[in-house]
């Protein structure tokens, strides 16, 4: 149940603990980019606010010596993803070709099981019709689809570029090649913390760092089988 | 038809003892059945202004509150509902899941003490299975106030579409609609059946728009010898089938829960526990049901101290059922130790779902406990009545500590939340129950309340027999 189903790509991702300065630009591209409605500050406080990617944020120790850490949380694209098997609708299910988990907005009616069902509580759903205050609304993403109230919606590894980046690469009739996918996210990244690419090539750069021994996946004992690891701080990067 | 008599050489009673039986036992208090008609056409009859009153405060509760609560929703979004991340299922499920508990009552009632032959249940089966269809009715509803957009809710009954696509049936939320789908129809024909012969006794005492309506619906029932066997026949045969139909749906129901992997509700105790707390739930609604019925319809006939002595004992037994399935799960997921485990159980304990759980408690438990062992307060209907309230107040916090209070938790601490309802929420909960009574009310002003056919064929049964000194009652099988 956890391996890797076949297919043509397996799009993963790794977050470098190391290096991530948890400066929140991965979220602004990503509303950027996906025409992620923003809430109000109001809603935002009562956990309204949908945002594909967050930073969750811990505390270690004690008062005087208090540390905070910051862990980047997306949809980790589990292969054996606890959202598929509840929704009654396929409005959640697994891509065969690229092995990601889609949310397909106009299947879904808006029964919340698999957001009840994500151990890692990444989907998000739509309370109120989107809004997008001005000048927002003037920069939405013709490649994405607004999403009405009453449905799920969370990260798709920004599809619309795998999309465009397989037809480019049929046009000129070349296989994709590492790097030729760039979710917003990482395009973004400062410190380069994010790094995406497909986890069925050995050579790509994210299946060489996603096999070094820092590598982690969130609560893997639940036998998700998520494609995003995590670099864990403070080892040696055997990169 | 021949009564064979079990016992043949006894003498008949008569002494002060008979007339103390006779006023304890209906079955033991026989009346012409003419007269017995009568009462129950007259009950239907009895509409005072009070009557409407109530009716007309339901409905406006039904409407504003239900039914204006929903079209609000629709229109704004669900945001005007209370849930948040990570909450998103919040007082509606736990509506349903309390709806469809009390739904299981008219099976339980009805079906199983019907198999079992247990005698007293004749005259209250009626009250208890037009409760079931009832509350199905609003359980339904409740799934479509749920869902985000409710006017896709559909999509979830398997049919041929455009779209070419079929639910997904591996999800426990299609399961569940199967279930209650084969629920309703099964009572609904369940609740039918025995009420073809009553339904032509009605026909044959009211003129008018009754006339016709139950002239359709007694389906031209003659009482002939044939017609009898096949009812009784089918409805043999309806009683068994509807007893694992009423165990699946809420063995389903909580498996919704315990499928998925939400910290304490992945349990493999969930069905037996929330089956238990169903029937448990249920048993209490009819008391409360059969209440008003008596008092509202002046069915005290009927309706008896012995009946409701006999739900005072069913409640007390199913309240230690319900304890020890509550105890059960606490214990191993205690025990267990496991830290995100114990999230949980800190958080009925000490934290946010404090007050609900005490409330649970005490309803479930130290209520019924102190209480039903007492045979003076299983023999008082109003006291009964109340204790069966808090019954049903108990089973409602049960499902809401488990619905809203688990998800409050889960095994990234970031993430952990809260839930307070909404006007909303609790607008269309409360109008959930007047939308009950309202829809029960009317039905029990068209539909006969009391079996009458049963309770004359029990009586028929049943008779005193003394065997020296000893007053024996002696029940005869019907051939």
């Avoid at chain 1, 993963?12 to 509303?31: E, F, Q, S």
């Avoid at chain 1, 109230?149 to 465009?164: D, L, N, P, V, W």
Wanted: hydrophobic share 45%; with cysteine; glycine share 6%.
């Amino acid at each position: 149940m956890a391996e890797a189903r076949d297919g043509k790509h397996r799009w993963g991702m790794v977050v470098d603990l190391d290096v991530c300065t948890a400066c929140g630009a991965c979220i602004v591209a990503c509303y950027a980019e996906n025409n992620v409605p923003t809430v109000g500050e109001q809603e935002f406080i009562i956990k309204r606010a949908l945002p594909w990617i967050r930073l969750e944020r811990y505390w270690h120790g004690e008062y005087p010596h208090l540390q905070a850490e910051f862990v980047p949380m997306m949809c980790q694209h589990c292969q054996a993803a606890p959202c598929e098997p509840v929704c009654p609708m396929y409005a959640t299910m697994h891509d065969q070709n690229d092995n990601i988990n889609l949310q397909i907005y106009n299947r879904c009616a808006g029964i919340r099981y698999c957001a009840v069902n994500c151990p890692y509580k990444v989907r998000m759903f739509n309370w109120f019709n989107p809004y997008f205050p001005e000048p927002l609304n003037e920069q939405l993403n013709p490649d994405v689809t607004v999403r009405t109230r009453g449905i799920m919606e969370k990260c798709t590894f920004c599809i619309q570029r795998i999309r465009r980046a397989r037809d480019e690469a049929n046009a000129e009739h070349v296989p994709l090649k590492d790097g030729d996918v760039v979710p917003a996210c990482v395009q973004t990244c400062p410190t380069e913390a994010l790094i995406f690419g497909d986890l069925n090539d050995p050579d790509s750069r994210v299946s060489k760092l996603a096999r070094s021994p820092r590598a982690l996946h969130l609560l893997e004992e639940l036998g998700t089988a998520p494609s995003v690891s995590y670099l864990k701080r403070g080892g040696p990067n055997v990169d | 038809m021949s009564i064979e008599m079990t016992v043949s050489h006894a003498l008949p009673l008569e002494d002060s003892h008979e007339e103390e039986s006779r006023k304890r036992h209906l079955l033991l208090d026989p009346r012409p059945q003419e007269e017995m008609n009568q009462m129950v056409m007259d009950s239907m009859h009895r509409t005072g202004v009070e009557f409407w009153i109530v009716m007309a405060v339901l409905a406006v509760l039904a409407l504003g509150g239900f039914l204006g609560g929903w079209l609000y929703q629709i229109r704004f979004g669900m945001g005007v509902a209370g849930i948040r991340k990570p909450v998103f299922w919040g007082v509606y499920i736990t509506s349903f899941v309390f709806w469809i508990g009390i739904s299981h009552s008219g099976t339980f009632v009805s079906a199983i003490l019907r198999v079992f032959k247990v005698e007293w249940r004749r005259s209250i089966t009626r009250a208890a299975e037009l409760m079931t269809s009832t509350s199905l009715l609003v359980a339904v509803a409740f799934l479509g106030i749920h869902v985000g957009r409710t006017w896709r809710g559909y999509w979830i009954v398997p049919y041929p579409n455009q779209r070419t696509l079929w639910p997904n049936f591996h999800s426990p939320f299609l399961w569940d609609e199967m279930a209650i789908l084969s629920y309703f129809i099964g009572s609904s024909l369940y609740l039918l059946l025995p009420l073809i012969p009553d339904l032509a006794m009605a026909r044959d005492h009211s003129e008018g728009w009754r006339y016709k309506l139950y002239r359709i619906l007694s389906l031209g029932w003659r009482g002939t010898e044939a017609e009898w066997r096949n009812l009784t026949l089918s409805m043999t045969v309806f009683a068994f089938a509807i007893i694992p139909v009423m165990f699946s749906v809420h063995t389903i129901v909580s498996w919704d829960f315990a499928m998925t992997r939400v910290i304490g509700w992945h349990s493999s105790i969930f069905a037996p526990y929330f089956i238990v707390g169903a029937i448990y739930s249920g048993v209490s609604a009819v008391v409360n049901i059969l209440f008003l019925v008596r008092w509202n319809m002046k069915l005290s006939y009927f309706v008896r101290e012995e009946h409701f002595e006999a739900f005072g004992k069913l409640m007390l037994i199913l309240s230690f059922g319900w304890t020890y399935f509550f105890f059960a799960d606490l214990l191993t997921e205690w025990y267990g130790g496991e830290a995100i485990g114990h999230t949980v159980l800190d958080i009925q304990f000490y934290g946010q779902m404090h007050p609900f759980w005490t409330i649970m408690v005490v309803c479930n438990i130290v209520i019924p406990w102190l209480t039903l062992w007492n045979r003076k307060v299983r023999r008082t209907p109003i006291a009964l009545f109340f204790v069966a309230l808090a019954v049903n107040v108990g089973m409602f916090m049960e499902r809401y500590t488990i619905v809203t209070g688990f998800l409050r938790r889960s095994r990234l601490p970031f993430n952990w939340g809260t839930y307070q309802p909404s006007i909303v929420e609790v607008g269309i909960a409360v109008g959930s129950v007047a939308t009950f009574l309202l829809l029960y009310g009317l039905l029990s002003r068209v539909i006969p309340m009391i079996p009458v056919w049963e309770v004359r064929e029990g009586q028929l049964t049943h008779v005193l027999r003394r065997f020296g000194r000893t007053k024996v009652t002696a029940v005869s099988e019907w051939e």
